[in-house]
């Protein structure tokens, strides 16, 4: 197989998947694929399923049915949701790299340096900040070159700079390495920056497409309110006219605790 | 050399010590101590039967400590009683009838006592035997199972996702404490073995800057322990148990010293 069939052949392929659990399908027929150099988007309230669908696609979890295919020798990369390491285990950051298989210095500092930790390898990880940590839990997914990355609620506990900031660098992996992204998130106005195709999910896929046409189908104003869909839909607006051409967008301090879109974006504008 | 009680006492008992040391790190990491505490009280069940159908000792401990723990997963899987309720139960319930087992039996003297709290005047050098040879299959197979199991004590699904077995590791994890526990019996007792599992590996973290470094710290402060112990032990006529356990416990609050930990504190969170 040459090398541009292989690049369009899906990384994984679900096709009619269910999960049953206690008597009761946590998630049923989802159908989804997804290719290296794409990032796609899971969205979803609360108990949709989101990392149910994630922990199927990297095989942490069977499918009761429906048929899961991932390309042979799938190199894929966690970053689980919540991840809390105790006290107790003394981690610094280049011992948590090498978790789940062994690193070479120079991958390892280059990791670092792409998400901006140089130099932090000897760090302990419970003296990390909230951002710097989802920094180091990237560089440790990033160092293992993935051909699939599964990112669950990468911005927990990361303020909204911060958050900006993580998407942006969740671009740039994928820019520089081509791997496909796969993102689990419940704030779609942030991601639909980086994202190429958003899923929404409740159970089931409600709907699929780009970030603007979920942010506008009655499904997803049904699921998330009206308020959030028209939020999105000024925030659309509002980027549009504030994106500087050489892509520096991301706003400084001030303002990070506002939930309000006019706040946020606010700093961008008076540059 | 062997001959005198003493000397095969400290041998007996630094070699549980250097095993105990880094098995005791997995079980604060894990935060499985009660889960270590059943084991261990289990294995009066495992004296019991042993005297009763005229098994081997240790073989008739490990037995009985390995199916305790492998109902302990099955029941917790089923997620009908809390871990902490099936604990409670399993701990308490083999320690009785272990315990009225072997009263039952009037045609065998024992020494309840010896067991529940250990005797060095007990070690005899087929024991030593055993403890060194069983402690080297447990270091073989901790060395072998310990990225996986590292990683799994971080996030069993980060694990999975990358390739890891983490259900198998923790079956392995859980038969090498249950030979821990037969080897580890005699010396310290039954209802004192967790604590020189984990009074060892929480004196080691103020001063471990590496899961490795603690591991190893542990089980050199769990050999200081049973010198002191034992001799205390001796010089004293206390039980021997009860006297390492006493021992390990000033170790760590001489490690809770503010100038110790402080120093300690600064170098780690230097980069």
């Not at chain 1, 140089?118 to 989802?134: D, H, I």
């Not at chain 2, 009263?103 to 060095?120: E, K, S, Y």
């Amino acid at each position: 197989m040459d090398a541009s069939a292989r690049r369009a052949e899906p990384l994984v392929t679900a096709t009619g998947i269910g999960v049953m659990r206690a008597h009761r399908w946590l998630v049923r027929h989802i159908d989804l694929s997804l290719h290296a150099g794409e990032i796609v988007t899971l969205i979803g309230p609360n108990g949709a399923g989101k990392t149910t669908i994630a922990k199927l696609l990297l095989g942490i979890m069977a499918p009761d049915e429906g048929k899961l295919d991932r390309r042979a020798g799938l190199r894929v990369a966690y970053v689980p949701q919540r991840l809390a390491i105790d006290w107790t285990l003394p981690l610094s950051v280049s011992r948590l790299m090498t978790l789940t298989g062994p690193l070479s210095d120079a991958a390892m500092s280059e990791a670092l340096a792409a998400v901006g930790l140089e130099g932090l390898g000897n760090r302990p990880v419970q003296v990390l900040s909230g951002g710097e940590f989802q920094r180091a839990l990237l560089a440790r997914a990033l160092a293992r070159k993935p051909d699939l990355l599964v990112l669950d609620e990468p911005v927990q506990g990361v303020d909204f700079s911060g958050e900006v900031a993580l998407y942006k660098l969740i671009g740039e992996i994928r820019d520089r390495t081509g791997a496909g992204i796969l993102l689990i998130s419940h704030d779609l106005h942030i991601v639909m920056a980086q994202t190429d195709r958003v899923i929404c999910v409740s159970g089931h896929v409600c709907c699929e497409g780009t970030p603007q046409s979920v942010a506008e189908s009655p499904e997803y104003v049904r699921l998330f309110g009206r308020r959030t869909a028209e939020t999105i839909a000024l925030y659309r607006h509002h980027h549009d006219h504030t994106h500087l051409p050489d892509g520096t967008t991301v706003p400084a301090g001030g303002h990070t605790h506002s939930h309000d879109h006019g706040h946020k974006t606010e700093p961008t504008d008076a540059r | 050399m062997l001959d005198d009680f003493f000397i095969r006492a400290l041998v007996a008992g630094i070699g549980v010590a250097l095993v105990a040391g880094p098995l005791g790190c997995f079980i604060v990491w894990r935060r499985m101590a009660y889960f270590g505490d059943t084991m261990a009280h289990s294995a009066l069940l495992g004296v019991a039967l042993a005297l009763m159908f005229q098994l081997p000792l240790q073989l008739s401990v490990f037995l009985v400590a390995a199916v305790v723990s492998l109902m302990l997963v099955l029941l917790q899987r089923r997620g009908t009683l809390s871990s902490d309720a099936i604990l409670g139960i399993l701990a308490h319930a083999t320690l009785a009838v272990g315990l009225v087992l072997i009263a039952l039996m009037t045609w065998v003297r024992v020494d309840l006592m010896g067991f529940l709290f250990g005797d060095i005047l007990a070690v005899t050098k087929p024991d030593i035997a055993v403890i060194w040879l069983g402690g080297a299959v447990v270091l073989a197979a901790l060395a072998w199972l310990w990225r996986p199991l590292l990683a799994a004590t971080v996030s069993p699904e980060l694990a999975a996702a990358e390739g890891l077995r983490p259900e198998r590791t923790r079956l392995a994890f859980m038969l090498v404490m249950a030979l821990v526990i037969a080897m580890a019996m005699k010396i310290i007792g039954v209802l004192l073995i967790t604590a020189l599992l984990i009074i060892p590996a929480a004196t080691a973290r103020r001063f471990a800057a590496s899961p490795e470094a603690m591991a190893v710290f542990a089980a050199l402060i769990g050999a200081v322990a049973v010198v002191l112990g034992l001799e205390s032990s001796l010089n004293f006529d206390t039980p021997s148990g009860p006297s390492m356990v006493v021992a390990a416990l000033v170790l760590f609050l001489v490690s809770l010293v503010p100038g110790l930990t402080r120093r300690t504190a600064e170098h780690e969170a230097r980069p």
